[in-house]
């Protein structure tokens, strides 16, 4: 059995229940045999994959909290520090019903090659917990965010673990938790990022991952002889990266007609209206009717069914495995010519693999939604100098970052005789420059 197979084989064995994890997993390791089989055997010996795919600690923790009534709940906490060879773990903190360990393992095993390609200085790592913000008080975050960070508060620091927003975790969460670390360490540092500004938060970081996305799937699509303007796109989710991808393609003169949040989707053929869905769900956090019912041109549909829409850029951006096969099938026959994942692993292996075999330009999260987490490393540096940038010079800094992430990722495909396959060149220029720093550094 090939080195390669035989680590798939022991992470589907010593991690059983956490098919996101295996699925992860395999999504890389596949992409990087090109590379192994080169050297197979150093690589063996040095157990290389084994303490790649293995996390450098996981920490599981209790999480209790009063509610309003005066009930006790009791959520669990996590946070994996995957790997630290190339800085200090930065990912962000979910929280949602649905985490559990091999969510967050396979979110912080993606952020170990996104960081990379980021050509940061982050390691990778996340957390989260299975608490839903969803429905609850202010006060109720607040108790919840104040114990969570009184017990993770031990494990992170500027220079060890800087964690951030994800999925339920935005400024009001972050702002919390700061809050808390700060009177328990007494110590005023960029230990979190996604800051409020008035409080060491960098300008840019809330729009940075849609941003972000766009600018790397502007620079493919020139490089493919093609223009944003008057492309149609369909967006799903209705969160942070979805309101600010869909912003900026429009501002590139896209026309973006969807969005969608976890009960239903909308489409308005108009295009979508971002000031009206900042306002239902930044401002007011309600469900996605509210915007249908406040214009004329949108429609509401339950469930899910972005992807049928017809296309010329599909950009999934709510959550992992919310394009499928036969999702991609529809985008295929529609004549989408480009998905840009904006979220973690939205998009299944078959699913990726059909696109790709399709002619359908693909990118994978971890180069596409980098801006993310590459503007919070900008947040640190600001913060290390006690300064704040400008608006334009971060969202210059982040454009820049973008577009080498988009050419790096397109040599390394080159490299390897896979030219186009931007899964594969992903993989690869994030697991090289890891790579390298765990062999300087020794058996650790
Ligand atoms: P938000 O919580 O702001 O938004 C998430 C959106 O996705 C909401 O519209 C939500 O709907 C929808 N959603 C969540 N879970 C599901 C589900 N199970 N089924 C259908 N829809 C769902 O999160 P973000 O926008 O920050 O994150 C979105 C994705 O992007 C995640 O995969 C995250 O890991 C990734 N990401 C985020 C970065 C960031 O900077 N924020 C950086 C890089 C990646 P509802 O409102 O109903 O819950």
Redesign the pocket.
Known sequence: MSYVDEVIAQVIEKNPSQPEFHQAVKEVLDSLRLVIEQNEDAYRKDALLERLVNPERQLIFRVPWVDDKGQVQVNTGYRVQFNSAIGPYKG?I?L?P?VNLGIIKF?GFEQVF?NSLTGLPIGGGKGGSDFDP?GKSDREVMAFCQSFMTELSKYIGADTDVP???????AREIGYMFGQYKRLQNRYEGVLT?KGLSYGGSLA?TE???YGLLYLVEEMMKCHGEEMTGKTVVV????????YAIQKAQQMGAKVVT?????GWIYDPEGIDVDLLKEV?EVK?A??TEYAAARESAVYHEG?GVWAIPCDIALP????N?LLIDDAKQLVANGCKAVAE?????TTLDATAYLQDNGVLFVP?KAS?????A??ALEMTQNSERLSWSFEEVDSKLQGIMVNIYHNIDNAAKKYGKEGNYVVGANIAGFEKVVSAMNAQGIV
């Open positions: 962000g979910r949602h649905s979110l996104k969803k951030a927003g994800d999925i339920g975790t935005g996604g970081r940075a991952t849609g799903s989710g209705a969160g942070n990266v979805a309101i969005c969608s949040d976890s009960t769900k956090r469900r996605l899910r951006c709510a959550t992992q919310e904006g979220a973690n692993m939205p999260g939604n980098a801006g993310g987490v503007t919070s």
